[in-house]
């Protein structure tokens, strides 16, 4: 079992940066792809960015490439997310997930995590 825990949400002004931070219990963690996903108010959760088990592959949505940047340090079973150049549209609850499925499956469908987190808060004013 692994357990997910997000911090690092809350209030910034358009423009201002955040750092995501997604700590996992569980001794597995290395061998798990892990995903940020957001929900926008009245929408579907959707991806937002993943990283393979080791840490070598990235994937990120178009809108955030360029402006967002996710990693992880396996030895602290954290993964992250830096986010600079907020825009109001990135307001959401920001959710990590985690999989073992294969990462070329989890590219081609987007779905199949097994571990969720709670979700954190990002506001972006205008």
């Known amino acids: 079992q692994v357990q997910l825990v997000e911090s690092g949400g809350g209030l910034v002004q358009a423009g201002g940066s955040l750092r995501l931070s997604c700590a996992a219990s569980g001794h597995t963690f290395s061998t798990h792809h892990v995903g940020w996903l957001r929900q926008a108010p009245g929408k579907e959760r959707v991806f937002v960015a993943t990283?393979?088990?080791?840490?070598?592959?990235?994937t990120y949505t178009s809108s955030v490439k360029g402006r967002f940047f996710i990693s992880r340090d396996n030895a602290k079973n954290t993964v992250y997310l830096q986010m600079n150049s907020l825009k109001p549209e990135d307001t959401a609850v920001y959710y990590c997930?985690?999989?073992?499925?294969?990462?070329?499956?989890?590219?081609?469908?987007?779905?199949?995590?097994?571990?969720w987190g709670q979700g954190t808060q990002v506001t972006v004013s205008s």
């Open positions: 990283i393979s088990a080791s840490g070598g592959s990235t």
């Open positions: 997930a985690s999989t073992q499925i294969p990462w070329a499956v989890l590219q081609t469908t987007g779905k199949g995590y097994s571990f």
